[in-house]
């Protein structure tokens, strides 16, 4: 049984109140390790340990703050198989995605902000013959950083490298339902030899250790990646105490796909978008809107690719489609299934939990579900599923589609579907949507800016919008 430690002032410790919390493997349903059931104490004590840093860590040139970022970041690509059966073991997610994906983006995040730092310049405002303006952007001091299950290590690192960058010391707290690679991940930095205190991680429950965090007045900021209820709770406790904060939610994001598009291309990446890490990806396309005149062949093409998609051991070869990340998680999924049908939605294929054979046959697996037939607006096509669920709608106009895309209460991603380079940009301007990718999916360049409209969040992360969110910028005058 592996046993998880906290990661406070450079050591590797238990909760002070020694206990621990079961960690399962949603693959076989079995508890496979323990984490520490941590409380305000603890958040206490990382707080005061990062509070101490502070002073020295803000004051080492960023080049040197960067080399211990790319130190960590070639630390991760060492130790990219451990790492990547742990995050298959901990998520349910195959092997062969947390080794392409997860692993290696843990990895960029590191040295991508660790050289970020060095190039990251503030602005002057030169009045000719009047006044000097320049800006200093100071660390904001100790912050949070409270990361969810989906994409683990990839997520955690995604917020902790540009605070770390930018001079902050970090208090982290990674989901509860999968902490394996965050401790891993301390290891790495003890190995790395960053001061103690600069980072520490905290285990345990958010109701209990994320609360603690986000009420502790030391913290200036808490940068929170889960679920949109959860961020307005957390919006609720910090305001009044005028954190900053980044909040990144959920998504119901549309893909729409028109007549002229590059079929055979739309089918294969809208299969991956639809199912990609059992859907769990806030930026997973679970409406898909057909126009009309391709709808059939669309349809057919999309189903015969969900019927080649291999649900089973994570850790085996052949496997695309893992477990889900919990059973509480699959039993919330199967329930939209069910409401799908009671709402009138025609079942194309799935629908059904998967019974794997042998070490699995304990595990939350799920067949790939896609339903037709259901009104854009009813609850299926509203509401956050986060699971391998979506559902295929025909269109006839660019101004339904578009009224459709944006009728939700989210705003996070869409994709787009065209050979009409005007239309990808007009519709792409019109819809309501953080983030928009034009005949692909899930392209990320780390330098632009990452987030969500409407209910999906505020603010954004990436490149330099990281960079200034960990900053507090000072505006100083001289008279000339
Ligand atoms: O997330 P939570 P859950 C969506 C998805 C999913 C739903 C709920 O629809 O079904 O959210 O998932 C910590 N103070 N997404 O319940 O609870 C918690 O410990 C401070 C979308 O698992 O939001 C964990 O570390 N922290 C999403 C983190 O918040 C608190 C990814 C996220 O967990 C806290 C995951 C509190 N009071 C779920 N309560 C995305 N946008 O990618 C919990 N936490």
């Known amino acids: 049984m592996v046993q998880l430690q906290n990661y406070i002032n450079g050591l590797l410790v238990p909760a002070a109140n020694g206990q621990y ?17 941590s409380d305000a104490q603890d958040v206490t004590q990382a707080v005061r340990a990062a509070e101490a840093a502070l002073p020295a860590w803000r004051r080492l040139p960023a080049e040197e703050r960067g080399r211990l970022l790319v130190r960590i970041a070639e630390l991760i690509e060492r130790d990219l198989e451990p790492l990547a059966q742990a995050e298959s073991q901990d998520n349910g997610k195959p092997v062969s995605l947390a080794r392409t994906v997860d692993i290696p983006r843990a990895a960029s995040n590191f040295a991508f902000f660790g050289t970020a730092a060095q190039h990251f310049a503030s602005e002057t405002h030169f009045q000719e013959g009047v006044a000097l303006n320049y800006t200093v952007r100071h660390p904001l001091g100790v912050v949070a950083c409270i990361s969810p299950w989906n994409l683990p290590l990839y997520l955690f690192t995604w917020k902790i490298a540009p605070a770390l960058a930018a001079g902050c010391c970090v ?33 345990g429950t958010g109701p209990v250790v994320g609360q603690a965090l986000v009420e502790h007045p030391s913290v200036k900021a808490i940068s929170f990646t889960g679920g949109t209820k959860t961020g307005e709770h957390i919006a609720r406790t910090a305001a009044p ?49 057909i126009e009309r005149s391709i709808y059939e062949p669309f349809k057919e093409q999309f189903l015969a690719g969900v019927a080649g998609l291999t649900v089973g051991d994570p850790q085996a070869a052949d496997t695309s489609q893992g477990a889900l990340v919990s059973e509480a998680h699959l039993e919330k999924v199967l329930s939209y299934i069910e409401l799908a049908h009671q709402e009138g939605g025609t079942l194309l294929a799935g629908g059904q939990r998967v019974q794997v054979a042998g070490r699995c046959a304990g595990g939350y697996f799920l067949q790939p579900t896609v339903f037709e037939g259901l009104a854009p607006d009813c609850r299926v096509n509203r509401e956050e599923i986060f699971g391998p669920v979506v ?15 944006n009728g939700t209460e ?20 019109a819809l309501h949507s953080g983030i928009v990718w034009i005949n692909t999916w899930l392209h990320r360049d780390l330098r632009t800016p990452f987030g969500g409209m409407k209910n999906s969040g505020v603010g954004r992360e990436g490149g330099l919008e990281a960079l200034r969110f960990f900053t507090e910028p000072q505006s100083i005058t001289v008279k000339l």
């Not at 399962?24 to 349903?29: D, M, N, Q, S, V």
């Not at 991940?185 to 103690?196: H, I, K, Q, Y």
């Not at 559902?391 to 895309?405: I, K, N, R, S």
């Not at 989210?410 to 301007?429: P, S």
């Open 21 to 37: 919390l079961p960690n399962i493997e949603p693959a076989t349903g079995q508890v496979f390790s323990q984490i520490p059931a």
């Open 171 to 203: 208090v982290a707290k990674p989901s509860e339902v999968t902490p394996y690679t965050a401790f891993l991940l301390s290891e790495l930095c003890l190995e790395a030899g960053l001061p103690a205190g600069v980072l520490n991680i905290v285990h």
């Open 241 to 289: 105490m005028f954190k900053k904060l980044s909040l990144e939610l959920g998504g119901k994001n549309p893909n729409l796909i028109f007549a002229d598009c590059d079929l055979a291309e739309a089918v294969r990446t809208s299969l991956r978008s639809s199912f990609a890490n059992q859907g769990q990806i806030c930026l997973c396309g679970s409406r898909i809107f």
């Open 391 to 405: 559902t295929l709608t025909p269109f006839d106009t660019e101004e339904q589609v578009l009224a459709w895309a």
């Open 410 to 429: 989210y705003g996070l991603a869409a994709t787009i579907w065209t050979r009409d380079l005007n239309r990808a940009h007009r519709v792409a301007h």
